[in-house]
């Protein structure tokens, strides 16, 4: 019974009971901070399922905290290197050393100058993978201000499969040249507007010129009035 009085210390006098809700402890008002942290979640769980649905893979990386965050995409090309978490540290200097020597310097001096004043890049380049093959990748990003320097946020694309295909036109191209390079006949390809576009060995020497003063010229001005009257018409 010495210290009953104790037990009235968590209790509510009428006075505290007919206190409005506004004046409720902090701790008991509302859920605002609990709704934005589920909306924040929300919204880095909808960006996720976006860049997980593309092609594209999400980075972010802070040159001053050498922290780069890489969606699992990135992760997926180099065969799940860096580590499970989202944020993974990088060895900027490793990175570089696995781009491809012809395309390295290019590709520091745009990351370097966003570093350094924010401007935009767009660079194509190959970058080794763990297994020593090389992937093609897009990398677009911008500076993002942060305290006195900029963090390095974008999208990288795998465009390996456009640049194969680009590879094959070429060397398509390259061949069927070749071929029509040894006909006898002269031959042209034109355009809508009846410009020249290819002109093989033997054109080039019926026309007596060479191919860069015969490609974009109209056909109708390599031959006689009368042939160039009824090309026109045509």
């Keep these: 019974r010495k210290f009953g009085h104790l037990g009235m ?27 934005a942290a589920n909306h924040l979640r929300r919204s880095e769980e909808r960006l996720q399922l976006a860049v997980a649905g593309s092609n594209d893979a999400l980075f972010d990386y802070d040159p001053a905290r050498r922290k780069l965050f890489l969606s699992d995409v990135f992760r997926r090309w180099f065969g799940g290197e860096g580590g499970t978490g989202a944020h993974v540290r990088v060895d900027i200097d490793n990175v570089m050393s696995r781009i ?19 401007r935009p890049f767009d660079e194509e380049f190959q970058i080794a993978k763990p297994d020593g093959s090389y992937l093609w990748l897009q990398l677009r990003g911008r ?16 465009i390996s499969r456009r640049k194969l295909a680009e590879t094959l036109l070429q060397d398509s191209v390259e061949r069927l040249g070749a071929v029509l390079d040894n006909i006898a006949e002269g031959i042209v390809t034109l355009d809508g507007d009846g410009r020249l576009c290819t002109v093989n060995a033997a054109a080039r020497q019926m026309f007596g010129e060479d191919v860069d003063d015969l490609v974009g010229r109209s056909l109708s001005t390599l031959i006689d009035s009368d042939a160039g009257a009824d090309w026109a018409a045509l």
């Design 9 to 35: 210390a968590g209790a509510r006098t009428p006075s505290q009971r007919r206190l409005p809700k506004l004046f409720r402890p902090v701790g008991h008002t509302g859920q605002a901070p609990c709704r």
């Design 100 to 118: 491809h020597p012809a395309h390295a310097p290019r590709v520091y001096r745009a990351l370097q100058a966003c570093s350094e004043t924010g």
């Design 143 to 158: 500076g993002v201000a942060q305290d006195d320097h900029f963090r390095i946020s974008g999208f990288a694309s795998n």
